[in-house]
Nanobody, 129 residues
Framework: QVRLTESGGGLVQAGASRRLSCAAS????????MGWFRQVPGKEREFVAA????????FYEDSVKGRFTVSRDNVEDTVYLQMDNLKPEDTAEYYC??????????????????????WGQGTQVTVSS
């Protein structure tokens, strides 16, 4: 059973940067591709970014391309989401998740929540204007 714990959320001003971390325990994170999702109250959870098990392939939702960067350290069993030039519309609860596959072929596959077997508890990011 893989346990995922996010950290790094908080209140930031628009234009600022923030790095989220997702620490994995209870399993080998390099077995899984990993994803980041976000959710605001009253809306469905939406895909943000994903990374293959090796880190060689990454995918992003269009609104975060060029601003967010997903990376991983398989030695530390940690996945990161570097968020730059944050906007108020980035305000959400951010979740990391472990995909049942090691590789992801497309953004469509990366965004499929049913392919993710393990989820963290979330970390809140609030961007003030």
């Amino acid at each position: 059973q893989v346990r995922l714990t996010e950290s790094g959320g908080g209140l930031v001003q628009a234009g600022a940067s923030r790095r989220l971390s997702c620490a994995a325990s209870g399993g080998t994170s390099e077995t899984y591709a990993m994803g980041w999702f976000r959710q605001v109250p009253g809306k469905e959870r939406e895909f943000v970014a994903a990374i293959s098990w090796s880190g060689a392939t990454t995918f992003y939702e269009d609104s975060v391309k060029g601003r967010f960067t997903v990376s991983r350290d398989n030695v530390e069993d940690t996945v990161y989401l570097q968020m730059d030039n944050l906007k108020p519309e980035d305000t959400a609860e951010y979740y990391c998740a472990a995909n049942r596959y090691r590789n992801i072929a497309s953004v469509k596959d990366a965004a499929r929540t049913s392919d993710y077997d393990y989820w963290g508890q979330g970390t809140q990011v609030t961007v003030s204007s």
